[in-house]
């Protein structure tokens, strides 16, 4: 990589932690609360690169099959999330690299990873995506469908169950995105409660490269941060 290209993901990356850290400060919480995952579906392998020798720790793929190629071209001590959809057939070889699935979007899926789970071995930590606005494009559990199934959740015994995720419907206003971040914090309390002693409902999965201040401020656990890690590079990296 150029040195000029690195300079400037050096520079985004900074802003970034920056922005979290003060996001955080102002709620009275501590940015070691929150965990930035670096999303490289948009990325040249020579971006993600740049962002692990800076010390980036998580990366995020959208695409279960390119978060596979790409988990074996990096060292192992990466930890990959998975972000995106994930079909059934995929499950498998998702389980065998990531470390966090953040978009389980349906009981079959959970099921899956859950059968899946027991069958290899292992107890994945997983996430619930919420579609908490209701739009019709998204996926995910509405946060009625979530609150009449907790007994259904707490009985999966593999997946371990250890937060939720949200993506805000896109705005130009970052403001526009609180209340639905707050609404998947709320439903994150009322849920808690129903899994206690089953699944730790830790983690909260949301703000992207628009929103995410307002995300910090709600309370994320997780922000998954994309475009605006490779904004100004000479060749900008496709989306
Ligand atoms: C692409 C993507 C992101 C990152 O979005 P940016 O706007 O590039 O920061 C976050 N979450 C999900 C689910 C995504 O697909």
Redesign the pocket.
């Given at each position: 990589m150029i040195p000029d290209s690195m300079q400037t993901i050096r520079d985004n990356l900074d802003r970034v932690r920056r922005t979290i850290s003060a996001a955080a400060q102002r709620t009275g919480r501590s940015a070691a609360d929150v965990t930035l995952?670096a999303?490289t579906?948009?990325a040249e392998m020579e971006s993600a690169r740049a962002l692990v020798n800076l010390g980036v720790v998580t990366l995020?793929e959208?695409r279960p099959q390119q978060l596979v190629d790409r988990s074996s071209q990096l060292p192992n001590e990466i930890e990959w999330h998975l972000?995106?959809h994930l079909q059934r057939n995929k499950v498998r070889p998702v389980l065998q690299v990531a470390t966090l699935i953040?978009?389980i979007d349906s009981m079959r899926l959970l099921e899956r990873v859950n059968q899946i789970a027991q069958e290899i071995g292992i107890t994945p930590r997983v996430l619930l995506e919420v579609n908490v606005s209701g739009e019709d494009v998204k996926d995910g559990f509405s946060a009625e469908d979530l609150l009449s199934a907790a007994d259904q959740l707490a009985s999966f015994e593999h997946a371990r169950i250890c937060g939720l995720?949200t993506?805000a419907p896109f705005s130009e206003d970052p403001e526009s995105a609180r209340p639905v971040f707050r609404r998947l914090r709320e439903l994150q309390m009322e849920l808690k409660p129903k899994l206690a002693g089953t699944h730790e409902l830790k983690e909260l999965s949301m703000g992207?490269?628009?929103d995410?201040h307002v995300a910090v401020e709600e309370g994320a656990t997780l922000v998954?941060?994309?475009?605006?890690?490779y904004e100004g590079l000479d060749r900008p990296d496709k989306?």
């Open positions: 995952v999303v579906k948009y995020g959208s972000i995106g953040h978009s995720m993506m992207m490269s628009g995410f998954r941060i994309g475009r605006t890690l989306s």
